[in-house]
């Protein structure tokens, strides 16, 4: 996907010499040392934590330095139930990331609600107040699906363009990095989602 | 015409300053080329476990504490004064190290004093 | 400076007001809801005078899922996945706490293989909790990590059981009202019976790296002490009430299931300091390996599954019932009352680590801010079941 | 070993001069049937109940509120009635209207002579919005965190509590979630099959939202 044609790079690779342009070289080290925010909210996290220990190493990916202060995380990993009451924290943190910055959507209650979808005090899904790059379903999802969703994630980052028109989000001067924290009202969120970063499926209602 | 003896140390000022120098410069074009910042008013605002802070961290502490910081500084001061008479300790005579006994002994009779006065034990 | 004393009643707790201005103000910070070690979400506000906490109000609700409110909406055997994410370290003593209060509403009878299962499974379930919480403990008094590796890895090898039997690591859904879902193998037995056996080991080497390291003793004895009639009092019940020194294990006092077949004894310790509560859960650890031995003997075969029980459409008879178990983290109580209709009119969980918590004010004051997070680790909480 | 309800009631009547105690039987097979205590003397009686030689309660294990909605409630009952001129017993189905109350549950535990739950309750006269009950945390430490969750989920004030907060919903939430006639805020921006309870929560509890998704004519429907 690189705008190098693959074989003149591999004919010269023969001939020894190595070629490689900024951007890859850019996306290779961010791709490759990801910190992860430690924030487990619910069973997600013991998976989290699982997928952290010896078994299933997601060190191998280069993602076990867990941080727990925003401000040195690029990853936040959003494992477990999102309730109405966490909501505005989540968002805080998020925005107290510094940039580039990305979210894993853990669990089928960090998606949707999951499970406890008609409970009152559970937000449907983590992506009504702030953007995600990948889901994970599975309640919990069993630590491979995490590591997937890791890898998923690499290859995202693999993609971003430094320059050019789909520059990547963290570059561009005009894509916000900070989303309006909800505020506590008498019977729900105010707002309830935030409009432009909540986009629903498009049903064709016949 | 051997060169100057001390220019081995300019040049290694130099190495010195341009070492950290040349990365700021760095990330100052990175900054202002490639990506623009773009502080917030919650970005900015200070982390506290993801709450809004509460209370103010600029507030007046326990004066025990004063104290602590007077006697470490204190002792400090008194470590300075030993190092030049540490390295020049073999070619001095009796008197100077009679003299400087005595200053130690000096500082040592106020440790005690505050020891006993008790501004060390740590009340619960 | 006045020191405060523990007291019984929360009303006249002394507060601590700064008489002279050499005391200094209070410093407001929260240890809030993301925090690396207050085992979830789980905030509290805490009043610094320098080092030493003056006051501590814990914040719960943040990962409150309104498991209560879905139960009543759900029929009885519906409710049974929800069990598995309350204390989501511990779902087969969830089941069982679940299963057991509807068998009691019902008066249902479980076969003799069913509750050998119940028994060895809870008992494995105690095993992978209590080795856990140390090494979240030990992770929280500052070795970061290393020991967590050890307790995660034993961890990984019962829930490689779980999964065998129920399909799933953590959330088993294993247990029915009137026995269990699925029959263990022979050699699933044996697998057990080998991992049981392969315990000790691990457990005398991390003893061996918690028990004499003078780091440890000196971060854990004499701190948070708690006294028995405050622990009574307060309704703290598991571990840490025996740590000190009463003697209240609900599989001695209620004796369900088979436990009353099985000998094995009831560590209890005398100061109440985070020091004895670590360490009932290494000596419970041992217990339940001897459980767990006799449990492999004796276990008959036979159904497992009581063939008069309904699954389609399961309707207890109108009335109330009240079933408890000895849940790793304490009393794990359901309260179920039912008005003949599929579902529950009121289905309530007794939190054991949710009560847990009312003392920590009591056990915190007067420490260092070290301290509350070890205080904390050794009450053994899991926002799941505290926030239901 | 332990003695049943009507023992302990006439124990605490005896003890507890005025107290008005009657006995809730439960028909499931566990026979664990309550005594409901009045509210008055509620404090005297726990104090009784905990302090008794015999009885010992010191564990309070669980408290829970609950929420009984207006019941109507059809007894059979041999009414005499003149039928052609001559008394004759018949049969007959009365209506008779229940109220609705609040109501907090108390399981308690013995730990020194370790007897089983002795359950007490109390009621509210109504289920206005701060119904008061009288605390029993001043007894029972481990009422205190639960106390405080009835009160955030059910709404019973409980008088003499030494901290009465919501515990588990955000401060500025207005509603009792866990009450029967509760309607939770229908946040389903996205329902791909909008059936009927939902349609009818959208359109009763707020005015029809612009779902994002362009849904709203959906819920505009007459």
Redesign the interface.
Known sequence: MSDIDEELRSELQRQGIWVTSMQELYNWGRKNSIWPLQFGLACCAIEMIATAASRYDIARFGGEIFRPSPRQADLMIVAGTVTKKMAPQIVRLYNQMPDPKYVISMGACAISGGPFKQGYNVLKGIDRYIPVDVYIPGCPPRPEALLHAFMELQRKIDEQKLTGAGKAAHLDRTHPSEFPVPAFGAHDLEPAANADVFRPMKIERT | MSPPPYLFIVIFLGVALVFPIFPLILAWMWRRFFQPPKPGAEKNATYECGVESLGEAQIQFRSQYYLYAIIFLIFDVEAVFLVPFAVAFTGLPIGAFVAILVFLLLLLEGLVWAWSKGCLDWAR | MTTTIQTLEPAERPLQIMSSRLEGELLEVSMGPQHPSTHGVFRMNVALDGEIVRKLKPVFGYLHRNHEKIGENMSYLGSMPYTDRLDYFCSMTNNWAYALSVEKLAGIEVPERAEYLRIILAELTRLQNHASLLGFLLSDMGAWGTPLMYAFREREKILDLFESLSGSRMMCDYMRFGGCRVDASADWLAGAKKIVDAFPKFLDEFEKLIVENEILIARTQEVGKLSADLAISAGITGPMLRACGVNYDIRKVDGYGFYPRFKFRIPLGEHGDTYDRLMMRALEMRESIGILKQAFEQIPEGPIMNPKVKIRGFRPPVGEAYGRIEAPKGELGFYLISDGSPNPYRYRVRPPSFINLTILEDLCLGHTVADVMVILGSVDIVMGEVDR | MMDSPEQIKTRIESAVPGAKIDIVL?????Q?SSLLIDKEHARQIAQFLRDDAALRL?????V?G?DWLDRVVTKKVIVKKIVEGEEKEAEETQQEKIPGYLEA?Y?LYS?EH?H??I?IRMRTNDRSAEAPLPSL??I???????EREIFDLYGIRFDGH??LR??????????Y??RKD?R??D????E?TPHDDVLERAKQHYAP?PQ????E??TAQP
């Open positions: 439960n028909g499931s097979p566990s664990q010191d564990f309070c294990s669980n829970t609950m549950v399981h730990i370790k089983g739950p359950i945390t001043p029972w430490r481990s009422a205190e965190f639960q030494p901290d919501r515990i588990l919903m955000w401060d500025e939430f207005k509603d979630p866990m509760y939770d805020p946040d389903y921006e996205y791909p939202r994002l998704d362009g849904a004519n959906i």
